[in-house]
């Protein structure tokens, strides 16, 4: 039976906030959980939820004794509803939201309060999120709806502005590298996982595993081989449409966001020990400002790919891909 989970080290002063609301009995109906991808906030919401769901909390956390926790435990709590896509990057179907009526309309058998989990929140598409939208402008009451998002942009605005919402920053790279080496993760390797997940420590320690650092690597070796000019776009984003398992491609182009991140760095102050990342540089033609302009515009878009592909629009991946492949050689020539 899995334990009950608590918020992680850096999620402190989000936490204490919600929980002192929560004892004082002015939770908001609507939470959204914000921030970036690998930065726990699923974890902090099903913390919290098991903290509502207690029925002799603790210290501020769920017991993980009470009957109510060993229901939340078992998956089988009656007022705790789990929303998520069916297969993992897929869209959160209007059907599934509608579902939400007859969770939300009956009353809670405990006479306490109920929860409503959602995740990905971007994954909605419009009617979905119209359908939510319902949901939240009549609230019903005892209902707790959390909704956890790494795009918030992403949602309807009439969604957001119904939700209190609890942002999520990346923590300190000190505190983030202590954590990961309690992980088992230590030294260069921490950095450098930890680089490249922009700062989100659960997604680093997901980046340093074997599977994930041998797809990347030859994701990298691609783009080397399309910046030589030895490869064509086309084949190379056939192979990239559908990564290796756990790996997904959201995850291929925030890679790739921070490859070029360091580029533009490097490019900068000419400093760097990384040897892909120099081979790629000295290719670019051009020297100066006038040279980092195509970085820039090729950083934007990106950063609008990994939007397509988190706002439940279900954009065409290997069309997404190709035309990115295409504009990346294209910076080569």
């Known amino acids: 039976m899995p334990t009950i989970p ?10 204490q906030r919600l929980g002192a ?11 959204l959980l914000s921030g970036q991808a690998g930065l726990g906030k699923r974890r902090f919401a099903e913390a919290f939820a098991a903290l509502v769901l207690c029925e002799h909390p603790r210290d501020g956390l769920a017991c993980g004794q009470c009957r109510g926790c060993r229901l939340w435990q078992a998956g089988s ?3 705790f509803l789990r929303v998520e896509p069916e297969k993992p990057g897929g ?6 939201i509608r579902q939400l009526g007859a969770f939300v309309g009956r009353t809670s058998g405990r006479e306490g309060a109920r929860v409503v989990w959602l995740a990905p929140a971007e994954a909605m598409n419009v009617n979905a999120a119209n359908a939510l939208l319902k949901n939240l402008e009549e609230p019903a009451a005892s209902v707790i709806f959390l909704l956890v998002t790494d795009s918030p ?10 939700c209190q919402a609890i942002a999520f920053p990346a923590p300190g790279e000190e505190a983030a590298l202590r954590w990961l080496q309690k992980g088992g993760l230590d030294g260069q390797a921490a950095r450098r996982a930890l680089v490249l997940s922009g700062g989100a420590p659960l997604l680093a320690l997901t980046l340093a595993e074997p599977a994930s650092r041998e797809a990347r690597e030859q994701f990298l070796g691609d783009l080397a081989t399309l910046a030589q000019g030895s490869a064509s776009a086309v084949p190379l984003a056939g192979r990239w449409e559908n990564p290796p398992e756990g790996v997904e491609l959201s995850q291929l182009l925030q890679f790739w966001q921070q490859w070029l991140a360091q580029m533009l760095r490097v490019r900068s102050c000419d400093l760097t ?18 040279s980092l302009r195509p970085l820039f515009s090729f950083y934007d878009k990106l950063l609008q790919a990994r939007q397509a592909l988190s706002s439940g629009a279900n954009p065409n991946k290997r069309l997404l891909i190709e035309d990115l492949m295409i504009h990346w050689a294209k910076l080569y020539v």
């Open 6 to 15: 608590s918020p992680l080290p850096w999620q402190a002063d989000q936490w």
């Open 21 to 31: 609301q929560w004892r004082a009995g002015r939770c908001p109906h609507a939470l």
């Open 77 to 79: 709590h009656p007022d």
């Open 91 to 96: 869209p959160l179907k209007v059907e599934q």
């Open 153 to 162: 942009s992403g949602l309807l605005p009439t969604i957001r502005s119904r």
């Open 273 to 290: 020990t990384d040897a892909q990342i120099m081979g790629l540089l000295q290719r670019l033609p051009g020297t100066g400002e006038a």
